[in-house]
C-alpha cells in the first residue's frame, strides 16, 4: 500500500536484569531523517538501531528514543552459604565470649541474620551483561518496526483513498472544463471577426494580412486544450503512481513533483479562460490541487 510517513510506536520490554520502553514517532521529511536518543552504558547499540532503521525506513523524520532501567522487574533475592555459614558461626562466637563473662545476648533473628552484610544478595545488584542486554534490545525492535510501519500503513491506505477522491474531482473539474471550451469556440470566433473588422474600421490603411495574423495568435493564446490534455495526462499518471505505490515503492516524491505540474497547467488554465465559466472551473481545479498537494507531502 502506499505508506504514510506519518507514525507513532511504543514497546515495553524486560530481561538481563533491566527494564525498557522503546517509543518511536515519525513525521514527514524531505529524505530518512533518524534521530535517535539511547542510554549509555549499552556499547554497540546505537549503531545496530540505525543500521534496522535504515533498512526498513526509505523516508519520513524518525525519532527512536529508549528508556532503559536496572535492578527492576522482581529481581531474585539469592542467599550467599559461605556468608551464612560465616556469619553464623561468628554469631555462635560472640554468644560463646559473652556466656564466658556471665552476659546473655537476645537471639538472632532470621532477619538479623539475612540483613547482615553480604549473606542476601539481589542479582538486581549485579551489572547487567552488556551483550547479552543488547541483544535482547536488539530482540525487540522488530516488534517496535513492525507496529510502526503497521501504523504508516493505514494512514497510507487514507491517504491512498484521499488522493483518489481527489483526482476524481481533478477528472470531472477538466471534462467540464474541456466541455466549456469547446462550447465558446463559435463566441471566440465571432469575437475575433468583430475584433479584426473593428481594427479596419479604424485603420483602413492597415495590412489585414499582418491583422489576421495577430488574431490568429491571440486566438492559440486563448486555446486551452493544451492544458486539458495536460491536466488528464497528469490524472493518468497520479493514478499509476498510486499503483505503484501499493506494490511498496516510495512515490511521494514524483507525486509532490506531479502536484506542482497539476498547478502550473491549472494556472495557465485560468490565464488563458477569457470567459467566467472556465475561469470559475480553472479555480475550482487549483482548491483541489491545494488539497492534493498537503495530503501529498506525507506520502513516502
Known amino acids: 500500500m502506499v505508506n504514510s510517513m506519518t507514525g507513532y510506536a ?14 518511536m514517532r515519525g513525521v514527514n521529511g524531505r529524505g530518512l531523517d533518524l534521530r535517535l536518543r539511547l542510554p549509555d552504558g549499552v556499547e554497540g547499540l546505537e549503531p545496530l538501531v540505525r543500521a534496522e532503521l535504515s533498512r ?11 528508556r532503559l532501567s536496572h535492578g527492576t522487574g522482581g529481581a531474585a533475592l539469592r542467599v550467599d552459604a559461605a556468608a551464612l555459614e560465616a556469619a553464623l558461626a561468628a554469631l555462635r ?3 560463646a565470649a559473652a556466656a564466658r563473662l556471665g552476659l546473655a545476648l537476645a537471639p538472632a533473628t532470621g532477619a538479623a541474620v539475612l540483613g547482615i552484610r553480604g549473606v542476601l544478595d539481589s542479582s538486581a545488584n549485579a551489572a547487567p551483561d552488556a551483550e547479552a542486554l543488547r541483544a535482547a534490545l536488539m530482540a525487540d525492535l522488530p516488534a517496535l518496526l513492525d507496529a510502526f510501519l503497521e501504523m504508516r500503513a493505514e494512514e497510507g491506505r487514507r491517504l491512498a483513498a484521499l488522493l483518489t477522491g481527489h483526482l476524481d474531482t481533478v477528472e470531472a473539474l477538466t471534462a467540464q472544463a474541456a466541455e466549456r471550451a469547446e462550447a465558446r469556440r463559435p463566441a471566440m470566433a465571432v ?3 468583430e475584433a479584426l473588422a473593428a481594427v479596419m474600421e479604424a485603420a483602413p490603411t492597415a495590412d489585414s494580412g499582418r491583422v489576421e495574423q495577430e488574431l490568429a495568435l491571440l486566438a492559440v493564446k486563448t486555446d486551452v ?11 493518468a499518471a497520479a493514478r499509476d503512481l498510486l499503483v505503484a505505490g501499493q506494490g511498496g515503492a516510495p512515490v511521494g516524491r514524483k ?3 506531479l502536484m506542482q505540474e497539476f498547478n502550473r497547467e491549472a494556472n495557465t488554465l485560468c490565464s488563458k479562460a477569457q470567459d467566467s465559466v472556465l475561469t470559475r472551473l480553472g479555480l475550482d481545479l487549483k482548491a483541489v490541487i491545494d488539497q492534493m498537494r498537503e495530503q ?5
Open 56 to 66: 526498513r525506513l526509505r523516508r519520513g523524520s524518525v525519532s527512536l528514543s529508549l
Open 10 to 23: 511504543t514497546l515495553r520490554g524486560a530481561g538481563e536484569g533491566a527494564e525498557w520502553v522503546w517509543e
Open 225 to 235: 486544450t493544451e492544458e486539458i490534455d495536460r491536466l488528464r495526462a497528469h490524472v
Open 255 to 257: 507525486l509532490d513533483f
Open 93 to 95: 562466637q560472640a554468644e
Open 191 to 193: 469575437a475575433l471577426r
Open 296 to 300: 501529498v507531502q506525507n506520502v513516502e
